[in-house]
Each structure stands twice: as C-alpha cells, then as structure tokens.
C-alpha cells in the first residue's frame, strides 16, 4: 500500500506561483518504480489530466492548457514529486490531485494509488 500526500496549496492572484509537492509513504515503497502523475478537478467539472512524469524523470507530459507553465519534477531519494506552477489563471483553480501508477507507461489513463487532493484557488 502506498500513501500519497499533497501539499503546497492555497489563495493566490492571477499570475503569481506555486509549488505543489506530494510525498509517498509505505512500508514496501519503491517509489523510483511509480511514474507519478497530477490531476486536478474544477467545482462542478469531472477529473483532468494535468502532467505526468517517468519513473526517472527524463520523460515528461502534460496537458495543453498547462503546457509552458507548469512543470513537473521528481525527487526518487525524497520520494516526492512536484508540480510548480507559474502564470497561474483563474481557470487552474481546482482541487489537485498527485497519483501513483506502479510500472505505468507516461501515457497511462490508469493510476494505483491516489492523494486526498488539495485546494488551489486563483482569484482574478
């Protein structure tokens, strides 16, 4: 069982930054095994696929309406991946969502293990 917990959310302006981080846990956990991805879900909207990256890091993919501005990263040795967010719009508000897919390829739609979410608000 891996467990997954976000963090780094919060009210921002239109423009500003942020850094999201999602850290996992388990008592088996190989994390460099997991290609990791982010989500995120608007009021009212179903679930969207944000960014996703490799197990090592040296393949990234993200969705077009973020791609330029946000950019995913991963540290094996501290178990945690990052979403770092610039330009942020209105429109990226939502709760997000860090997901773990044992083995998955980058363009997997199937995750294993997901987080509680957490809360970006952008205020125009």
């Known amino acids: 069982q891996v467990q997954l917990a976000e963090s780094g959310g919060g009210f921002v302006q239109a423009g500003d930054s942020l850094r999201l981080a999602c850290t996992a846990s388990g008592r088996t956990l190989r994390f460099s095994s997991y290609t990791m991805g982010w989500f995120r879900q608007a009021p009212g909207k179903e679930r969207e696929f944000v960014a996703a990256?490799?197990?090592?890091?040296?393949?990234?993919r993200y969705a077009d309406s973020v791609k330029g501005r946000f950019t995913i990263s991963r540290d094996n040795a501290k178990n945690t991946v990052y979403l770092q967010m610039n330009s942020l719009k209105s429109d990226d508000t939502a709760v997000y969502y860090c997901a773990a897919g044992f083995g998955a390829t980058i363009t997997t739609e199937s995750y294993d293990y997901w987080g509680q979410g957490i809360q970006v608000t952008v205020s125009s």
């Open positions: 990256i490799s197990v090592r890091g040296g393949i990234t």
